[in-house]
């Protein structure tokens, strides 16, 4: 028997390596976490905007983030989370569409660093724990180990993990090295 998916660990894993069917429900159950805590939290008067951000950073981003180390990221699913992140700012600030400069104003004004960011500083601790383990822990396996038998497809290759964090090692590597 042949399946296409399955939940382990509260992350959905496809035949297809396709994140979509990751992001998308971390999208719904972030959504989720907000809207419960909207009318209470994000929406309150009485409650200043650094308190309604830190309820929002402890809540709502790791929701949204939660197993998002093992992503491999692609500039499509960065831009859903990116969008989403960017509409919850502005709900807890209370920006509509017609103020200039929404997206900016929203993170200049609470200070919160972008979700990409966000994902690569999580992705490269992640990677420092892995690195640190014993190689025959299985996690330091796949991730340095590679494929003895099996092609792949000569046309388009998927990206892996290491290829993306490499990337972003090249790109950024301030971030990387604590400089």
């Not at 989720?32 to 805590?37: D, Q, T, Y």
């Not at 989370?81 to 103020?99: A, D, K, N, P, V």
């Not at 990409?116 to 640190?132: A, M, N, P, T």
């Not at 190689?135 to 290491?162: A, E, M, W």
Request: with cysteine; net charge positive.
């Amino acid at each position: 028997m042949n399946i296409s998916s399955f939940t382990y660990l509260d992350s959905n894993l496809s035949f297809s390596c396709d994140l979509s069917n990751e992001v998308q429900p971390r999208l719904n159950l972030a959504s989720s976490a907000f809207g419960r805590l909207n009318n209470r939290e994000f929406t309150n008067c009485n409650l200043r905007t650094h308190t309604r951000v830190a309820v929002y950073n402890a809540v709502v981003i790791p929701t949204l983030l939660y197993g998002s180390e093992a992503w491999v990221r692609c500039r499509h699913n960065i831009k859903l989370l990116e969008s989403f992140h960017i509409r919850r700012l502005q709900q807890i600030l209370g920006l509509t569409w017609w103020h200039s400069g929404v997206p900016f104003k929203a993170q200049q004004r609470t200070e919160v660093t972008g979700l990409e960011s966000l994902l690569i500083r999580h992705q490269l601790r992640w990677l420092g724990h892995v690195i640190s383990m014993p190689s025959n822990r299985l996690p330091r396996r796949v991730l340095f180990d590679q494929l003895t038998h099996g092609r792949r497809n000569v046309d388009c290759p998927k990206k892996r993990y290491i290829d993306c964090i490499k990337l972003t090692i090249k790109r950024y590597p301030s971030i990387f090295w604590g400089i």
